[in-house]
């Protein structure tokens, strides 16, 4: 979940060592804020290597079966899919559900600078990945 440089990256890797992968995104492209060209050439380099990718996706829920999977109820333009998985790897970042918290939708990030502290207690409480913050907002 979260097609960003960290996701994207760790999924390859197990892809490459023999996983399906999945990748889930809420935006309109992987990596947001990278240049749209760079995007395509590892978007269809993923998918020649085998991997289903979901745009303007979001994870809605998720529950535990009885075979020890996960599946992921993942809303797509309303309709829910179910993606069932093995594991589950969420590197979603905080400028993605802040974009998505106050409305603004799919846009350069690059232009949108740092998000101000103050703005950041309207995210709901997120771990992230690598550092960036980890616990409650």
Not at 67 to 76: E, F, W
Not at 79 to 108: F, Q, R, Y
């Amino acid at each position: 979940i979260g097609a960003g440089v960290i996701g994207l990256e760790l999924g390859s890797v197990y892809q490459r060592l023999g996983a399906e992968l999945t990748v889930v995104e809420m935006t309109g492209s992987l990596l947001p804020g990278v240049e749209p060209e760079c995007t395509a050439v590892v978007q269809k380099r993923l998918v020649k290597d085998g991997a289903k990718i979901m745009l303007n996706a979001k994870a809605a829920g998720f529950e535990k079966n009885s075979d020890g999977s996960v599946s992921v109820n993942v809303d797509v333009g309303g309709k829910i899919e179910k993606v069932v998985a093995d594991v589950v790897l969420v590197a979603a970042t905080l400028v993605a559900l802040w974009i998505v918290e106050i409305g603004i939708g799919s846009t350069n990030l690059r232009a949108l600078g740092p998000i101000p502290l103050t703005w950041m207690s309207v995210l709901p409480r997120v771990c992230t990945k690598c550092g960036k913050l980890a616990g409650s907002v």
